[in-house]
């Protein structure tokens, strides 16, 4: 494989799951870890992908605020239209982070009066100048990486609240391994967050469906909503909707 065909797969990898480990490219690219690193250090260096400890990021998701080149924007606003139906006046949300969300919080109308909990220090900002929303940051180490908090500080303070409903996106949803991330300390906080909420909304661009990372964050089973960019009624979502998920 070219170089150019290297590093336009690798861009794809990493926009659409916004973090990528060096040793799951070498897998997929059949090349070695070496390889891989140069590959991420001379795009990181023409501002292709943020380069990090162990793999890359999405330059969108780690500056969403700065970059207006964001992956697959108009799905992530589709998707961020379809979620904000299911916030109803007084309910209590509990919110991840990333471009979708800051899409979707963004969209609230302003006669809304609800209380949001985030772990998004980005979320929050979003949210600072909606007149009738309460919005509550639960703090703690900041990953600098995935721009939330995560932390023993995080999972001891959600334990104590119960949520309406909890929206979070993913970097992986499939049948067989449920929904999926490849950081442990995010994974912990989503499982965290699952626990404390009465409804689970899973949001999630087409592409990421049938998709999988190492580490699972939870069964289908315990999604109450699936809302992607499609159409609910497409054909890729049927078997999603066999497993009595709500799709949007």
């Known amino acids: 494989m070219l170089k150019k065909e290297r590093h336009s ?3 794809k990898q990493v926009n659409l799951h916004n973090k990528v480990l060096s040793a799951d490219l070498a897998l997929q690219l059949n090349v070695s870890e070496d ?8 795009m990181d260096e023409a501002g292709e992908i943020v380069k990090v400890h162990g793999g890359a990021l999405s330059r969108s998701y780690h500056y969403p605020f700065k970059y207006s080149d964001v992956y697959a924007a108009d799905a ?30 963004g969209m609230l109308p302003k006669t809304l009066s609800a209380t949001i909990f985030t772990i998004s220090p980005l979320v929050a900002l979003q949210l600072a100048d909606h007149p009738l929303i309460t919005v509550i940051l ?13 932390g ?18 993913t970097n992986g949803i499939s049948l067989s391994d449920g929904v999926t991330d490849s950081d442990l300390d995010i994974v912990q ?13 899973v949001m999630c661009i087409a592409e990421k469906l049938n998709s999988s990372q190492r580490i699972r964050v939870c069964e ?8 992607t960019d499609l159409d609910p009624t497409d054909q890729i979502l049927q078997a999603y909707s ?5 799709l949007y």
Not at 138 to 146: A, P
Not at 242 to 246: A, S, T
């Open 189 to 201: 906080v989503k499982k965290s967050m699952i626990r404390s909420s009465n409804k689970l909304a």
């Open 35 to 42: 390889t891989i690193r140069r590959d991420l250090n001379e």
């Open 220 to 227: 289908l089973s315990q999604i109450s909503c699936l809302i």
């Open 138 to 150: 639960i703090g703690g180490q900041f990953s600098k990486n995935s721009q939330v908090c995560v």
């Open 76 to 105: 992530k606003k589709k998707i961020a239209h379809k979620a904000i139906s299911l916030i109803k006046d007084g309910m209590v949300i509990l919110t991840g982070g990333g471009t979708t969300m800051i899409e979707m919080v």
């Open 242 to 246: 066999r497993e009595n998920i709500q």
């Open 9 to 11: 797969l690798i861009i």
């Open 152 to 169: 023993p500080q995080v999972t001891g303070y959600l334990n104590e609240i119960r949520f309406d409903f909890c929206f979070l996106g």
